[in-house]
């Protein structure tokens, strides 16, 4: 076995709550430098300030794992892939389309693998979820994904610039979900998004979509949910109601429950590594899709004033 050595670039929250555990904790790779223009790093691991300096200086790493905000993405993706590193993206792949297709290309030109990783799909439902569904007639679906921004991403102002999505950085993480699932394509119909006064990027929506047989997919997001908190997907068939709820974790069939422990960063590495194995990408981007599509069609709303 060779041990992938990667750096991860951008030591904010996901970093340090999942990348630096998945990657320590499996054998296959070794974390081998860390990059955060305004973080001292990790006890015993090279930092580095820029991406720039770590490929200039070393330790030689064979792998990425950016987990910047989305926008500063694309230029450090560039940059290692010329150098024939393996890059997994966090979601969403990048602030736009046309980014990730050029990606796509660079990792092709240069012989390495692009992962853009959805990390909702590798969720302890999900994946019976899909077989389950699959030769199911697909009815209605519900998705209903509210949340409390102030708990989940405090103090994160790029997450309210034009690119860091607003309410659907999380909302991403359904449709990631629903597009993996569901054994039908679905596209936008319509949608409302609510944006702050103060704010450049949306903290509610309604979007109301359809599969390709005219069954009916309402979604509805929001960030000002308090208390009990609700990442749930009801899926009506004409053979019973298939539910998942704490984004993916739960599954509940007609015929009972499935409840597993998290292991979606697990999951994920286990990913990033059969791909650089079989020297090939994966680089779904039906999510962003979506969301370029509800940019695209969306009624727009502006809200009153919203403050951390
Ligand atoms: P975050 O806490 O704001 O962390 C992002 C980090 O990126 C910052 O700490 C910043 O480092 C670093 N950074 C910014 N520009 C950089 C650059 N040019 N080079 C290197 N590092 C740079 O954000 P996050 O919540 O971890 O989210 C990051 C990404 O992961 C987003 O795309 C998000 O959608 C995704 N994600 C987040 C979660 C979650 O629960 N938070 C879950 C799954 C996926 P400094 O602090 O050193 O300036």
């Known amino acids: 076995m060779t041990v992938i050595r990667v750096g991860v670039v951008g030591l904010g929250k996901i970093a340090r709550d999942q990348h630096l555990p998945a990657i320590q904790?499996?054998?296959v790779?070794?974390?081998?430098?860390?990059?955060?223009p305004d973080d001292h790093g990790v006890t015993g691991i090279t930092h580095h300030q820029t991406l720039s300096a770590l490929l200039a200086s070393g330790p030689e790493v064979d792998a990425i794992a950016l987990c910047t905000p989305p926008q500063v993405r694309f230029d450090l993706a560039v940059a290692a892939l010329e150098r024939?590193?393996?890059?997994?993206?966090?979601k969403p792949p990048g602030a736009t389309l046309t980014e990730v297709a050029l990606l796509e290309q660079a990792a092709a030109e240069n012989g390495a693998t692009l992962f853009a990783g959805w990390h909702s799909r590798f969720a302890a439902g999900v994946a019976p979820a899909k077989v389950w569904l699959a030769d199911k007639r697909i009815e209605r679906v519900s998705i209903v994904w509210r949340e409390d921004v102030r708990v989940w991403h405090p103090g994160q102002a790029w997450i309210w610039e034009p690119g860091g999505l607003g309410v659907f950085d999380p909302g991403i993480n359904a449709l990631s979900i629903a597009t993996e699932i569901l054994p039908n394509a679905f596209f936008l119909s319509a949608a409302t998004l609510w944006t702050p006064a103060n704010r450049k990027a949306p903290i509610a929506a309604e979007l109301s979509f359809r599969d390709t047989t005219g069954a009916p997919i309402t979604m509805d997001l929001d960030w000002r949910q308090t208390g009990p908190q609700s990442w749930d997907i009801a899926i009506e068939t004409t053979a019973g109601t298939l539910s998942l709820s704490k984004g993916g974790a739960v599954l509940t069939l007609p015929t009972g429950e499935l409840y597993a422990e998290d292991r979606e960063y697990s999951g994920l590495y286990a990913r990033f590594a059969a791909l650089i194995d079989g020297r090939v990408s994966e680089v779904d981007v039906r999510p962003l899709q979506l969301v370029a599509d509800a940019y695209l069609r969306g009624r727009r709303q502006t809200v009153e004033a919203f403050e951390d």
């Open 84 to 90: 024939g590193l393996h890059v997994f993206l966090e």
């Open 25 to 27: 904790s499996d054998p």
């Open 29 to 36: 790779f070794e974390l081998a430098a860390t990059v955060s």
